[in-house]
């Protein structure tokens, strides 16, 4: 049984507590929607490594430019932080075509072709630079280089 076919509906099979409702997704269907799972979740570890490698460096560069009391290596941290924020952002923004793939390919009506991976057509809805402004990275990298940057200024 998978979360994706069974066990949401009526007896029949059907979805719906009174067999009438959504239909079952064939297997290629269902193959499908594990393979997006699969990539949403690779990007999200991604994302969890990025900012990992990002704080590592970030506290790195202040360590070593608080110790040399020396605004240029801090300044200098600011360019790994900003590489690593876009880089957060694009996959960001890959995992959020790839769950408006799903959504589109978890409908019995689907027109998403069986097996594509193209989110393409889906890229209008997310821009990159939503993903940049986003909430959660624009916290947390702009912590990181507000940080960097007031070292500058201190150190200068």
């Given at each position: 049984?998978?979360?994706?076919?069974?066990?949401?509906g009526g007896a029949d099979g059907t979805?719906?507590?009174?067999?009438?409702?959504?239909?079952?997704?064939?297997?290629?269907?269902?193959?499908?929607?594990?393979?997006?799972?699969?990539?949403?979740?690779?990007?999200?570890?991604?994302?969890?490594?990025?900012?990992?490698?990002?704080?590592?460096?970030?506290?790195?560069?202040?360590?070593?430019?608080?110790?040399?009391?020396?605004?240029?290596?801090?300044?200098?941290?600011?360019?790994?932080?900003?590489?690593?924020?876009?880089?957060?952002?694009?996959?960001?923004?890959q995992e959020r075509l790839y769950r408006?793939?799903?959504?589109?390919?978890?409908?019995?009506?689907?027109?998403?072709?069986?097996?594509?991976?193209?989110?393409?057509?889906?890229?209008?809805?997310?821009?990159?630079?939503?993903?940049?402004?986003?909430?959660?990275?624009?916290?947390?990298?702009?912590?990181?280089?507000?940080?960097?940057?007031?070292?500058?200024?201190?150190?200068?």
């Amino acid at each position: 049984m998978t979360a994706l076919n069974d066990g949401v509906g009526g007896a029949d099979g059907t979805g719906g507590a009174d067999g009438v409702g959504r239909q079952p997704l064939d297997a290629d269907r269902v193959k499908h929607l594990e393979f997006i799972q699969a990539t949403i979740a690779r990007l999200g570890t991604n994302s969890f490594l990025v900012k990992g490698w990002a704080l590592t460096l970030g506290a790195g560069f202040l360590a070593l430019s608080a110790g040399q009391k020396s605004g240029t290596v801090a300044g200098a941290g600011v360019v790994p932080l900003l590489c690593f924020w876009f880089l957060d952002a694009h996959f960001l923004r890959q995992e959020r075509l790839y769950r408006r793939l799903y959504d589109a390919a978890r409908r019995p009506d689907s027109t998403v072709e069986v097996l594509s991976m193209d989110v393409r057509p889906f890229r209008p809805d997310a821009p990159l630079y939503r993903a940049v402004l986003s909430d959660s990275l624009g916290l947390f990298y702009g912590a990181l280089v507000l940080t960097e940057l007031a070292l500058v200024i201190v150190l200068s």
